[in-house]
């Protein structure tokens, strides 16, 4: 029978609830236990699919298609389970199937309200990613909610966890809070008030933590601990300190060394051999002693904000601890770029260029692979990165001088990437490999396979076959590759049913190391193996770095 652990968090947002779960996950699963863990977001949006970056951060996609929230990355990251779509769930989606039973008579003319059916549909939910009485069911599933306690658009989700906690029986369920014990500088101490006052909130709800996780700058004292449990009703050793660390993949050990994972199994009855924390002490070791350092610009549009690229950012830091190297990696707006000046590219190993939606900032991502091409600075363009790198390369290569995606100008002469819809022959008419194909008006998402062209360099990355994750509308047009082929670019991989084009690159012949691809590789990156894809592009930089200095030395 699975049993729950409930994740909550007070005072302000962003305090980490999510590296804290999937931490806490990472400690159950080295004791042999079988995890999951669930995102329960309180916005009425049925997805962040159409939420802003710079709001919301990165939107992160499964293999089985979902577009979810960005925590569900740090949990592939942390422990072995992958998420689907039933591991997150938001507000929005509640209610609309809510409304359509209603609709359908469901509740058989019942006046529908939040309490119990709501409520009741959220505990379906739930069970429903643990797989609850399934064969597919886990050990044990971590649910975080978000927002903050008190919130009154979190309060359905914390009144069902409430429920299902009774529903469940004793030892089925357990609550961990995560809380914020700020330092004030004038007075020279660490105040708890905060606590105290947010876990009062969360008992006047009817639930009483047997955790509580407070988020400090540093380490909190064993007498500030003390007044915490006094206040709050939770046993001494259920009051853990989680001070900042040097990297995140510090936490499991921190949280271990006081004892949470313990504190947990007790509170379910769960006998379990004790955790071996050693690859994590190992990786810590490897991050925090890196042989050499390569520096990476990341030309993007939503720079302001970093979580933006969260699983970017980490993909890229997987592969420089399999390089033994720290990855310094600095953003460019790409925004900036197109009125600045593109020399400011040179002081970088290798250019990155990531996805994004829209016209803004796009000409200069195109700059910035043009000056990747002709400098022979390693480039990775990912989704909209790769179709930047065709449409500069058709334009100033191939010589379709007016090339463009249909997305940025609509009407243009020369459309290399459009709708699947939209392409055309010369003579106007449709051309598409599949007449049938559904995708011209919608996003392409989650897991797809491709077959990789031997003798490329995406061959000798992937192999015969490539399986990544989409998230894109536009594609590269079928009726200008062959003219993008006879000027050099190589095709490298194309998908299995539709044969849409999936990876471009120069032959190295040509460039040392030059590729976009159209999937987002970064969604299935892990700190023990890095990704392929971003390993070899790291090791690019580094080889870059190597040649420029030696270079400089002969001069």
């Not at 076959?465 to 095709?491: C, F, P, W």
Request: charged content about 25%.
């Amino acid at each position: 029978m699975t049993k729950f652990v409930f994740v909550t968090g007070g005072v302000v947002s962003s305090l980490g609830k999510g590296i804290a779960s999937a931490s806490l996950g990472a400690l159950l699963e080295s004791r042999g236990l079988k995890v999951t863990l669930i995102k329960l977001d309180p916005y009425l949006n049925v997805d962040p699919g159409t939420m802003s970056p710079f709001q919301h951060g990165e939107v992160f996609v499964t293999d089985d298609g979902a577009e979810t929230d960005l925590d569900l990355g740090h949990y592939e990251r942390f422990i072995e389970t992958r998420m689907k779509k039933a591991n997150n769930f938001t507000t929005g989606q509640i209610y609309k199937s809510v409304l359509e039973k209603e609709r359908r008579g469901d509740y058989l003319g019942k006046t529908v309200q939040v309490i119990p059916h709501v409520t009741n549909e959220i505990q379906d939910f739930i069970k429903r990613g643990a797989g609850y009485g399934t064969e597919d069911a886990v050990d044990v599933a971590i649910v975080e909610i978000g927002g903050t306690i008190g919130d009154i658009e979190s309060l359905p989700f914390v009144e069902a966890v409430r429920q299902l906690s009774l529903r469940l029986g004793p030892n089925q369920a357990a609550f961990v809070h995560l809380t914020y014990v700020p330092w004030i500088a004038a007075a020279g101490e660490l105040k708890t008030k905060p606590t105290q006052h947010t876990v009062q909130k969360l008992r006047e709800i009817g639930i009483q933590p047997d955790a509580l996780l407070c988020r400090a700058d540093r380490a909190i004292p064993d007498d500030e601990r003390e007044k915490i449990s006094l206040f709050t009703n939770v046993a001494l050793w259920g009051v853990i300190s989680m001070p900042d660390v040097d990297t995140i993949y510090r936490v499991p050990r921190v949280l271990h060394e006081q004892g949470l994972d313990g504190l947990i199994c007790d509170k379910l009855r769960l006998n379990t051999p004790p955790a071996n924390l050693k690859r994590w002490d190992n990786l810590v070791h490897e991050v925090l002693n890196p042989q050499r350092e390569v520096s990476i610009a990341m030309v993007g549009k939503y720079v302001d904000l970093s979580d933006s690229y969260k699983s970017l950012n980490e993909a890229l830091r997987h592969a420089g601890m399999k390089n033994h190297a720290k990855v310094s990696i600095t953003y460019i707006d790409s925004e900036n770029l197109e009125s600045e000046t593109v020399e400011q590219l040179e002081r970088f190993d290798a250019i990155l260029v990531p996805g994004g939606f829209g016209k803004r900032g796009v000409e200069g991502k195109i700059k910035a692979a043009r000056f990747a091409r002709e400098t022979k600075v390693p480039y990775l363009g990912i989704c909209l990165g790769m179709q930047v790198a065709t449409i500069e390369f058709a334009r100033h290569v191939a010589g379709l001088t007016q090339a463009n995606s249909t997305e940025f100008e609509p009407e243009g002469a020369q459309p290399v990437i459009a709708l699947i819809t939209e392409w055309k022959d010369e003579d106007g008419t449709i051309k598409t490999r599949d007449e049938n194909s559904d995708l011209g008006g919608t996003m392409r998402l989650g897991a797809q396979s491709s077959d990789v062209a031997p003798g490329t360099l995406a061959h000798s990355i992937y192999g015969p076959v490539v399986t990544e994750r989409h998230r894109h509308r536009y594609e590269a047009n079928v009726a200008y590759l062959d003219q993008l082929r006879k000027a050099g670019l190589v095709i490298s991989a194309l998908t299995q049913r539709e044969h849409l084009t999936e990876i471009v690159e120069l032959p190295q012949a040509v460039h040392p190391w030059f590729m976009g691809v159209q999937f987002h590789p970064e969604f299935k990156s892990t700190p023990w193996d890095g990704h392929p894809l971003f390993n070899a592009f790291v090791k690019a930089a580094l080889d870059h770095q190597t040649a420029q200095s030696t270079q400089k030395a002969v001069t």
